[in-house]
């Protein structure tokens, strides 16, 4: 069974930016697509971004077109979200995610097999 684990969540002020990783535990040759979540207190699991693993086609949350870029490194086994002008509204816990047996749309949670433990983003006004 594949693992995910996160790194890369911090404490940045509005406007700034902040990288997170996600690290596989051994090769994805299963993986047809990772995706980016995030939670905020009180608030559901949401989409933000996701990557198929070997097409390398993106898909993101409109709130954050244009300032999230969501990358894959195949040979490292790496998913990253790059995150720039980040706002307070930003701010949650981010899930990394991959899809291992396809169910439905890259932006639904629950077509997600594995998650990483999460890592958390706070953005200060």
């Known amino acids: 069974q594949v693992q995910l684990v996160e790194s890369g969540g911090g404490l940045v002020q509005a406007g700034g930016s902040l990288r997170l990783s996600c690290a596989a535990s051994?090769?994805?040759?299963?993986?047809?697509?990772m995706g980016w979540f995030r939670q905020a207190p009180g608030k559901e699991r949401d989409f933000v971004a996701s990557?198929?693993?070997?097409?390398?086609?993106?898909n993101y949350k409109d709130p954050v077109k244009g300032r999230f870029t969501i990358s894959r490194d195949n040979a490292k086994n790496m998913v990253y979200l790059e995150m720039n002008s980040l706002k307070p509204e930003d701010t949650a816990v981010y899930y990394c995610a991959a899809v291992t047996s396809y169910r439905g749309t890259y932006d639904d949670p629950a077509n997600f097999q594995l998650w990483g433990q999460g890592t958390q983003v706070t953005v200060s006004s």
């Open positions: 051994r090769r994805t040759s299963s993986v047809y697509a």
């Open positions: 990557i198929t693993w070997s097409g390398g086609r993106t």
